[in-house]
């Protein structure tokens, strides 16, 4: 049988998530791979923040509402970062992150 | 007017602002012309005159000075409005001195020094310029100001006007400049004659300069800025003596200007310090109204004493010692000690009760309204000092042998800066300074000025070359004045010093148009027989040989008769000094023997010498006018009515309105007598003079006497006359080889000694910092390179890991999470666990 | 199994699955499509978890907003028809053993972690008559002190009394959030405007 | 777990699940015949306004049974994927869009609790899941490999994301006046005479209604707001490579979104599924027990839904599309501040209203002056003689030879 499905198997949800986001960052060359991998990162969170709303009742508000205010600033996040991948592309007449080398040592 | 005396401000600067326009354009053109190839570099280049000179800078120049003669004019005239003249009654001297002394309560404050106005904010202002402290207490103050009085004003149309005059005159002179290459036959060089630019603008720059100098020399309310004007005017004539510097003869006369007069600058700077340690003031109205015991005290009351306008000397009360801060004197006659009056007297109680009880508690560092004190013979040697800058400037004995070298300049040069006006600004100073000379200072300026005219007279009679001759008469004339000076001829020699401006202003320039006309030929043996060839430029300088030789209603008569009046009272006064007016009136004949003889020497007779008489010619009307301009005012200067009265004119009253009281005090019996015997004296003057133009006459144009016969009957006094009394080679025996010898050995230990030193310890230097260097670049540079080495080598290695690349970095930040996850769970499980 | 368990099984199976579909994905718009399906499966499980408010915003936000703005980054941005971009067999292998560390750390600290659980309101999410999640979201906004339950702590050190905890309204942070949103999507527009390039072939 | 050998002790373990099949398949079959019916409506109804009769054969008199035979056409027809299309997307396009309209319906009651899930936040739940139906027209057409598919795509997401903003909006209008966003609530608040539909509540709902509608006629991109598939610019928007069933569900997707919005504006604003004509405090289940009088509501319900679709149709055959940037700035220029104006209105009503109560008189203006209005259009439209197509159009060319056109006024 499955085993009894408790905060610890949202928690690793939401590792898994979190995990598969950063490598995504870490590998998509696609800045707007990067950019998702960025959803998943915070979603990993999300999934976290509800999952301890839900299993201590004394974050049931509260991490919903980080859960809703981590959602709005996700899409402030994706608004600016899609301006900067627009820019980037103004740029550079690519997306792929590693043209944006300038900085290198 | 609110403050009429800024017009004379105003055309002080006017000639300044004349020389920096000219030293801006000469800067331009000069900057303008490594590019005038470009649009905007030729334009400027060709604007300012290109390579030739052009007239623009004249113009501005002879208007600048033209427009400072209309406005001292101007100030001329509300001047004589705010003071006018007062009539004098030559009643008995004494009398008059005793009624001055007792009568008159009430003094017009004006009166009370030379500098002394009617409403002193009208016509004179002061600002400070720099100030020395010593603790809290201002110690003196260096100011710039301006003082006007009737001198003043006098002088300044006197020098604007005839400064005037020779800028019209120098247009026509120097129109040779105008050139663009001029050749200078007076220099040669490996390829002949030297050839140069014309140097047009520049002789008016410097003109300028000059201008600007002599007006604020005679504008100066101060000491200090006299100075400075002096130092100035003395490089004015510096740069205009040696206008043709690459002649040898004018850069060595230049040097010899300017060296002579060093001489004479250091006695004026001994002065001014003098003044300035004991009086702690440079200027004139303070220095005189401490010096003197003033006319009046607070309430504007005369002051009870006969010691008014006098030096009050005083000596040290026996049996008390000077205390710290000042001494108890005892005002007496043969002092060794002058009592300083404070500088506002007017307000001090102390300066009353000094006089009513006969002792002065003379302070060492008075303070505002106390007395102080300066030994007498100190007082001596500023005075000296103060006119041994004017014997420099003055071109007095012994320092004369400036003066005829210095006419190696243009010929207007001669004729402004060392007949008119600078040679004069010795004169001016000594009468300006007047108050501050003891009796045995005088005494000292009287003999000086009296030798100095007898012996420049009689180097002129020998003299060939017309310009030495007319500069020998410069300074016999300008010993006439110093004489007058010096016995209490206050009034007579700065008359002499206006007409004599205007009449050998007129000589000079005549002498200059008949060198133009005779092609830069001076030597009057070569000339002779001009007179229908230029017939304006004899006349004129017919008239200025009557004045100079003093024949009745000439101008020159008027002051030279004053002169001889005074000096004849002041030998009646003291009988002991006769050679004071025997000097001069032997030499009045003199003078009229060799101006005749110039004259006679030029025009008449018949040419000696064809080449120069057939190119011979009248000069331009820029020159002949200015010519008649000054033929009129030297006759007519001195005018006043009745016509035989020299103390009737404008002239003399305005003099006479500035004439310091003290001069008048200490002088009064001498005028007294001089006014006397007036009469005698001129009648005298006239009747030697008369035989010396017989005489001239019957030698130079009759030719009953031959001057080569008396030449050779006189050789002995010939040549001491020709070789100019020996004094060039007296200081040349004293002074110059003595210096030259100790300069050499000098030298010698310089170059042998101390430059060997020098060389070794440089030699020693160099090898220490030789093995300096090697440890520097081996050990400490290696040490540094290698630290950079290292430095650089880790860092290459580093900045790979900066790989620029977004996706590392979230890996590196990943591995760092990790990392920390890592660290604190270990720490947790240490804390858990203890 | 209840139906509970079985949803989690079903959601974090396509969660999860797609998430590493969207990471293993070289296609963008394919990684698009696959980070739709864990979006979603992610609102599920907020709607598994109670948090229905919290799941529909997911969805609003998530799908309809950001979802559809990476979309059009991708279209707006590519050049090709289909955008791929290779990634080294090196960068694989080292995201992974990243990746796979990373994920060991957090499950470590997740599983050995002493939770404080208490399990409440399982079946409140039966029927809406029962389930006031939204009502006391809406409270709690407005600050309205009852609503939150006093419970301990956690995540404090041990041996220490926590501090009274102080009833927050979330309005004004809301608020500020949702100015600050306003203000970056103007931001966001401004930096995003079309400019004119120079020296670049038309 | 306790171990059970019994099915029936599995029971109550498999009611969930079985519960849950069911509704899914209610609901999916109602999609599917609502979607059937209206495609034949709209072939009728397109027909008749442009004076034509549609279709007339299949099934009898007015071509009942058109749409299914166009539908066994579309099941039997070769499934094309083109060759630049990315299969994968193009294949799951038309199911996410679906998925999207569907889900919309488990918030959605049809009756006085004949809802699939009873959501707190069922029109919070509804708005967001058919945000998602977008993203699968905009995969749709972007996976097709053509510039046509491509642009509608575009256009489509660049529409929708901009009109769910007042749409949300006005749909907040509504939730303010009844206080809660669970749509079986908001229902029941409307029971008895239509007065007390929420539309008719203050100046601003009324406003807020026609705000609504717009909005989600543009969103279900339909005419005039049709960019995304506008066929004469576009051939078929996002939609030009899709065939056979794959076509099919997109059309299922749209107008179930169709009937969904329709069933919001009637909940929120008409009274959802209260006739309107009983008087105060009375409503089905009163009258008829509430098995029955359930079943009248969903009647009444669906009726209202579909005639709100009626109307949609009736607007896409008679207005001209616009163009994109008109599209555009009628949303961004007019409706959002418009939207937010009726925000703002209503809650300042809202604090108003409570205190003076002379104001619920506007509430009986709206309605009644709306009746009359309706009334008086309905009696204009049935005094006017229908123009037959047979019949000359009044203004049409005459037809040579004839005696002029002649108009059939009434009588």
């Not at chain 4, 409307?190 to 609504?212: L, S």
């Not at chain 4, 027990?289 to 149709?313: A, P, Y």
Request: aromatic share 12%; proline share 4%; with cysteine.
């Amino acid at each position: 049988m499955m085993p009894e499905v408790g905060l610890q198997s949202y928690l690793l949800l939401g590792a898994l998530l979190f995990v598969c986001g950063a490598v995504c960052m870490a590998m998509k060359r696609n800045a707007i791979g990067v950019l998702m991998g960025v959803e998943l990162v915070l979603n990993g969170a999300n999934v976290n923040f509800v999952a301890f709303a839900r299993f201590n009742s004394t974050f049931e508000i509260e991490g919903q509402i980080f859960a809703l205010f981590v959602i709005v600033m996700a899409a402030a996040e994706a608004a600016i970062a899609l301006a900067i991948v627009l820019n980037f592309y103004n740029n550079h007449m690519t997306v792929d992150v590693d043209t944006a080398e300038e900085l290198k040592g | 007017m609110e403050s009429p005396g800024l017009l004379y401000v105003a055309a002080t600067f006017l000639p300044l602002a004349s020389f920096l326009l000219l030293l801006l354009g000469g800067g331009l053109r000069a900057a303008a012309k490594p590019v005038r190839d470009t649009p905007l570099g030729g334009s400027i280049f060709r604007g300012l005159g290109g390579d030739a000179p052009i007239k623009t800078g004249a113009y501005i120049a002879t208007g600048a000075i033209g427009l400072a003669f209309v406005l001292s004019l101007i100030g001329f005239i509300l001047f004589k409005q705010d003071h006018p003249h007062e009539a004098v009654e030559h009643t008995a001297p004494h009398q008059e001195a005793v009624e001055h002394a007792a009568g008159a309560d009430v003094v017009q404050d004006w009166r009370l020094s030379p500098l002394s106005l009617a409403d002193p904010s009208r016509w004179s202002v002061s600002v400070d310029w720099a100030s020395l402290n010593m603790g809290s207490r201002p110690a003196t103050t260096l100011s710039l100001g301006y003082h006007i009085d009737s001198l003043t004003t006098v002088m300044f149309l006197m020098v604007s006007f005839i400064a005037t005059l020779i800028h019209v005159f120098s247009i026509g002179y120097m129109g040779d400049e105008l050139q663009p290459t001029v050749e200078d036959h007076q220099v040669h060089t490996v390829d002949g004659h030297l050839r140069r630019r014309g140097r047009f603008g520049r002789f008016f720059l410097f003109l300028s300069l000059f201008c600007f100098s002599m007006l604020n020399l005679i504008l100066a309310d101060n000491l200090f800025q006299v100075f400075l004007s002096w130092e100035l005017v003395g490089i004015c004539s510096y740069l205009l003596v040696g206008f043709y510097y690459e002649r040898r003869s004018a850069s060595n006369a230049a040097i010899k200007a300017f060296v002579t007069n060093r001489v004479g600058d250091a006695g004026f700077i001994i002065g001014l310090l003098i003044l300035w340690t004991y009086v702690g003031t440079l200027n004139f109205e303070d220095l005189f109204r401490k010096i003197r015991l003033p006319e009046n005290d607070i309430a504007n009351v005369a002051t009870a004493s006969s010691l008014r306008h006098r030096i009050v000397r005083a000596a040290v009360v026996p049996g008390e010692a000077p205390s710290r801060d000042g001494q108890k004197l005892q005002i007496s006659a043969g002092g060794d000690q002058v009592v300083l009056f404070p500088e506002y007297s007017r307000h001090s109680e102390e300066v009353r009760k000094a006089l009513d009880t006969g002792i002065v508690d003379a302070k060492f560092a008075p303070r505002t309204g106390q007395l102080g004190s300066m030994p007498y013979w100190v007082l001596v040697v500023a005075g000296l000092g103060i006119f041994l800058g004017c014997v420099g400037k003055s071109a007095q004995f012994p320092l004369h042998v400036w003066l005829p070298d210095a006419m190696e300049g243009p010929t207007p040069v001669s004729a402004l800066i060392h007949a008119a006006t600078m040679v004069a600004a010795g004169v001016y100073l000594v009468g300006r300074c007047f108050p501050l000379f003891t009796p045995e200072a005088r005494l000292v300026i009287a003999y000086t000025g009296g030798i100095t005219l007898f012996m420049a007279a009689t180097i002129a009679i020998v003299q060939t070359d017309i310009k030495k001759v007319l500069a020998y008469s410069t300074v016999s004339q300008l010993g006439y004045m110093m004489l007058a000076l010096g016995v209490g001829g206050w009034i007579a020699g700065l008359f002499h010093l206006i007409t004599h401006a205007f009449f050998k202003a007129l000589l000079f320039l005549g002498s200059g148009s008949v060198i133009y006309g005779c092609h830069h030929e001076q030597d009057m043996t070569k000339m002779g027989g001009l007179y229908p060839k230029m017939k304006v430029t004899a006349i004129t300088m017919l008239v200025g040989m009557l004045t100079i030789a003093g024949i009745p209603l000439f101008s020159g008569w008027y002051s030279k008769d004053a002169i001889l009046a005074q000096a004849l009272g002041f030998v009646q006064e003291y009988p002991k000094h006769i050679l004071l007016f025997l000097l001069p009136l032997l030499t009045a004949g003199i003078t009229a023997f060799y101006m005749f003889r110039l004259w006679l020497l030029t025009f008449a007779g018949k040419p000696r010498d064809e080449h120069v008489y057939e190119h011979a010619h009248e000069s331009p009307r820029t020159m002949t006018v200015p010519l008649i301009i000054l033929a009129v005012f030297s006759v007519a200067v001195a005018w006043g009515w009745p016509l035989y009265d020299a103390e009737a004119s404008v002239l003399n009253s305005t003099i006479e309105q500035s004439e310091p009281l003290s001069a008048k005090i200490e002088f009064a019996t001498v005028h007294a007598f001089a006014h006397g015997s007036h009469a005698l004296a001129g009648n005298l003057a006239l009747g030697l003079v008369l035989v010396a133009l017989i005489f001239a006459s019957l030698i130079y144009h009759s030719r009953v006497l031959d001057p080569e016969e008396a030449k050779q009957q006189f050789p002995g006094i010939h040549r001491f006359l020709w070789n100019k009394w020996y004094v060039d080679e007296l200081y040349s025996a004293i002074i110059v080889r003595p210096a030259l010898t100790v300069a050499h050995w000098c030298r010698k230990f310089d170059t042998r000694v101390i430059d060997g030193t020098v060389d070794a310890t440089a030699r020693g230097v160099v090898q220490l910092s030789r093995w300096d260097g090697r440890f520097d670049l081996g050990i400490i540079d290696g040490l540094v390179n290698l630290t950079a080495r290292v430095v650089f080598a880790v860092g290459g290695r580093l900045r790979t890991v900066q790989t620029g690349y977004l996706r590392s970095y979230i890996l590196f930040l990943v591995l760092a999470a990790i990392g920390i996850f890592a660290v604190l769970s270990y720490f947790v499980a240490f804390v858990r666990a203890g | 199994m209840d139906v509970q368990t079985a949803l989690f099984w079903i959601l974090a199976g396509l969660t999860g699955l797609s998430a590493i579909a969207v990471v293993v994905t070289q296609n963008i718009v394919r990684s698009a499509a696959w980070l739709l399906f864990t979006l979603g499966g992610v609102a599920g499980i907020y709607f598994l978890l109670g948090a229905d408010f919290v799941g529909a915003t997911q969805l609003i936000v998530y799908v309809g907003g950001i979802l559809v703005l990476v979309v059009f980054g991708v279209m707006l941005t590519a050049q090709g028809p289909f955008v791929t971009m290779k990634t080294s067999a090196a960068e694989w292998a080292i995201s992974l053993v990243v990746g796979l560390l990373l994920f060991s750390v957090i499950t470590l600290a997740a599983v050995n972690a002493p939770w404080p659980q208490d399990a409440h309101h399982s079946e409140d999410m039966e029927s809406a008559e029962t389930s006031q999640n939204s009502v006391k979201l809406g409270a709690a906004f407005l600050g309205i002190k009852e609503i939150t339950p006093k419970k301990d702590l956690t995540g404090f050190p041990m041996g220490k009394t926590p501090p009274e905890r102080k009833q927050v309204a979330y309005l004004l942070p809301f608020e500020i959030v949702s100015v600050h949103l306003l203000v970056v999507l103007i931001g966001a527009a401004y930096l995003a405007r079309a400019k004119r390039r120079r020296g670049m072939p038309t | 777990m306790p171990y059970i050998s019994s099915f029936w002790l599995y029971f109550d373990v498999l009611w969930p699940y079985v519960l849950a099949v069911l509704s899914a398949l209610v609901l999916i079959t109602f999609m599917l015949l609502s979607a059937i019916f209206f495609v034949w409506l709209e072939r009728k109804v397109s027909a008749r306004i442009q004076d034509r009769l549609g279709p007339t054969r299949v099934g009898g008199k007015y071509g009942w049974l058109q749409t299914l035979a166009d539908g066994l056409k579309l099941l039997v027809k070769e499934d094309i994927i083109p060759t630049n299309a990315d299969p994968m997307l193009f294949r799951i396009g038309p199911y996410i869009a679906l998925a999207g309209a569907f889900l919309a319906f488990i918030a959605l009651p049809f009756g006085n609790g004949v809802v699939a899930r009873n959501l707190n936040i069922a029109i919070f739940f509804m708005l967001a899941v058919m945000s998602t139906e977008i993203f699968g027209i905009i995969l749709g057409g972007y996976a097709s490999g053509s510039k046509w598919a491509l642009f509608g795509g575009m256009r489509e997401a660049a529409q929708i994301v901009s009109y769910e903003v007042p749409r949300a909006i006005s749909v907040i209008v509504p939730v303010i006046v009844a206080g809660s966003m669970n749509l079986t609530e908001i229902g029941k608040q409307q029971t008895g005479p239509f007065w007390n539909w929420i539309v008719f509540h203050d100046p601003f709902t009324f406003c807020a209604f026609w705000v609504f509608f717009t909005c989600a006629t543009a969103s279900c991109k339909r005419a005039p707001f049709d960019l995304a598939e506008a066929e004469s610019e576009l051939v078929a928007g996002f939609h030009t490579e899709y065939s056979g069933f794959r076509w099919l569900i997109f059309f299922m997707a749209e107008y179930g979104s169709m009937f969904a919005v329709s069933g919001i504006a009637s909940i929120l604003f008409l009274g959802g599924w209260h006739l309107g004509l009983l008087p105060p405090g009375w409503d089905m289940e009163r009258l008829f027990g509430t098995v029955f009088g359930n079943f009248i509501n969903v009647v009444v319900f669906i009726l209202k839904g579909w005639f709100l679709v009626f109307v949609m149709m009736w607007v896409r055959w008679t207005l001209p599309r616009l163009r994109i940037d008109q599209v555009m700035i009628t949303c961004l220029r007019y409706l959002l501040p418009m939207s937010c104006f009726l925000l703002v209105g209503v809650s300042v009503w809202q604090l108003v209203a409570a205190e003076l109560t002379w104001l619920s008189l506007v509430n009986y203006l709206l309605a009644f002056g709306s009746l009359f209005l309706f009334g008086f259009m309905v009696f204009k439209a049935a005094a006017t003689t229908a123009v037959s197509p047979t019949q000359l159009m009044p203004g049409a060319w005459p037809i040579a030879g004839s005696a002029g056109p002649h108009v059939t006024h009434k009588a």
